[in-house]
């Protein structure tokens, strides 16, 4: 359906903005489970002003691995070990997760951290091996680097935003953290599959719907802290 929009005669001037569009809503929707996993990293930290800054600084680096990858990614994909590596660190994230002792109810955390330059790079680092996945799928769509490159950037910003609503979403629904991790394991078998037998590699919009489940999940249910405290502020 999106090549024959894309080669229509009628107009030759929809492609560029069309593309565009279409790279920017495959980065909303596969930023998802990537904003998730990086507002879990920031909000380990105690302080509000600290998970920002953290934020800040660790999606500003992120954003330059991100364009060193765009622009070596013709080089990157020839090399199936970068998609193993990525996968093993995707769900290195997951296995610590789920396995991490629960809190007192009953909850996994995310790893912890004192320092605010612990979390920057773990930050910029998770990003890359998500963006292994999206900057995949983005070149697949168009050749055309500078249209890749937007799509990127406006990623980047969107990917900023949503960890901010994640980090506070997390301490209002149950299961949202839960959920977060599972579709990052998604992604890393994803990149796991794509590294060993690519032909085996689920179509995208399988990966979106499973996303999507789960995520309906994990706002499934708010936390009754929360609820008490939007009853106390409607009183």
Same mark, same amino acid.
């Not at 990525?86 to 995310?110: K, N, P, R």
């Given at each position: 359906?999106?090549?024959?929009?894309?080669?229509?005669?009628?107009?030759?001037?929809?492609?560029?903005?069309?593309?565009?569009?279409?790279?920017?809503?495959?980065?909303?929707?596969?930023?998802?489970?990537?904003?998730?996993?990086?507002?879990?990293?920031?909000?380990?930290? !105690? @302080?509000? +002003?600290?998970?920002?800054?953290?934020?800040? #600084?660790?999606? %500003?680096?992120?954003?330059?691995?991100? &364009?060193?990858?765009?622009?070596?990614?013709?080089?990157?994909?020839?090399?199936?070990?970068?998609?193993?590596?990525?996968?093993?660190?995707?769900?290195?994230?997951?296995?610590?997760?789920?396995?991490?002792? !629960? @809190?007192? +109810?009953?909850?996994?955390?995310?790893?912890? #951290?004192?320092? %605010?330059?612990?979390?920057?790079?773990? &930050?910029?680092?998770?990003?890359?091996?998500?963006?292994?996945?999206?900057?995949?799928t983005a070149i697949a769509i168009s050749d055309q680097i500078w249209l890749v490159l937007a799509g990127g950037t406006i990623g980047v910003i969107t990917l900023r935003f949503m960890a901010s609503l994640f980090i506070r979403w997390l301490k209002e629904y149950v299961h949202l953290e839960d959920a977060g991790y599972i579709t990052v394991g998604f992604v890393g078998l994803r990149l796991l599959v794509r590294a060993i037998k690519p032909e085996w590699v689920p179509p995208e919009l399988l990966m979106i719907v499973a996303i999507a489940l789960v995520f309906t999940w994990g706002f499934s249910k708010r936390s009754g802290s929360e609820s008490l405290i939007k009853a106390e502020t409607q009183e």
């Amino acid at each position: 359906m999106l090549d024959q929009v894309l080669n229509s005669p009628l107009d030759i001037g929809i492609e560029v903005p069309l593309l565009l569009m279409v790279l920017v809503a495959l980065e909303a929707v596969l930023s998802a489970d990537n904003a998730i996993a990086l507002a879990a990293i920031a909000r380990c930290l !105690e @302080d509000s +002003q600290l998970q920002r800054r953290a934020l800040n #600084f660790g999606l %500003l680096a992120a954003y330059f691995l991100r &364009i060193s990858l765009i622009l070596s990614a013709t080089w990157v994909i020839q090399f199936w070990q970068f998609e193993l590596l990525g996968a093993a660190y995707l769900l290195w994230l997951v296995f610590e997760y789920f396995t991490s002792d !629960e @809190d007192e +109810q009953h909850h996994h955390h995310g790893p912890k #951290f004192n320092s %605010l330059w612990q979390v920057i790079p773990l &930050i910029a680092v998770t990003d890359l091996a998500f963006s292994l996945d999206s900057v995949t799928t983005a070149i697949a769509i168009s050749d055309q680097i500078w249209l890749v490159l937007a799509g990127g950037t406006i990623g980047v910003i969107t990917l900023r935003f949503m960890a901010s609503l994640f980090i506070r979403w997390l301490k209002e629904y149950v299961h949202l953290e839960d959920a977060g991790y599972i579709t990052v394991g998604f992604v890393g078998l994803r990149l796991l599959v794509r590294a060993i037998k690519p032909e085996w590699v689920p179509p995208e919009l399988l990966m979106i719907v499973a996303i999507a489940l789960v995520f309906t999940w994990g706002f499934s249910k708010r936390s009754g802290s929360e609820s008490l405290i939007k009853a106390e502020t409607q009183e």
